[in-house]
């Protein structure tokens, strides 16, 4: 939406494209909330879209729909990367499992971030549990390496989500 307001007033035309539901993580209130916001800035919601790949022309879609674009921004989740299932390490939908310590199968391994998956506390992929967590993943790895013991991680339930409504306006 920021940056449908920043091209108002020129030949531009701004899409958001989700594989699913738009902004289906929100609160349904939130979500309603959000899609009015959409729609009010100009921004047309393509749903239920895989993207196969983008080209010069724009985005091309699976089900053979081309959007045309002279730019593109992409912003996808969060995926695991392929070289992790040959490590040997215990994963979950692909992400290094780890405990509460960060600690992987492999004691010598530990992770954080968009890697790890929290088996103690499952959480979606954000980058404000690993900032959250980097403070204990330093102090482990120093404990890991003298021998002292290894602190416990307990992760927030929740955290502040900001969206951009444009016009220097944003929901929370």
Known sequence: MAMAHGLRGRAASVSLIDRGPVLEEFRPAARRRLIAALAQGGVTAVEDADVIRVSDEGVHLASGQLIAADFVVGAAGARPQGWLSGTGLRLTDGFVEVGATL????????????????????????????????????????????????RRWQPQRDYLKLVSLGGKRAMA
């Open 103 to 150: 600690r992987s199968s492999d004691p010598a391994v530990f992770a954080a971030g968009d890697c790890a998956h929290l088996s103690h506390a499952p959480r979606p992929k954000a980058g404000v549990y690993a900032v959250r967590a980097a403070p204990v993943l330093h102090e482990n790895l120093r404990a890991a390496l003298s021998g002292r013991s290894l």
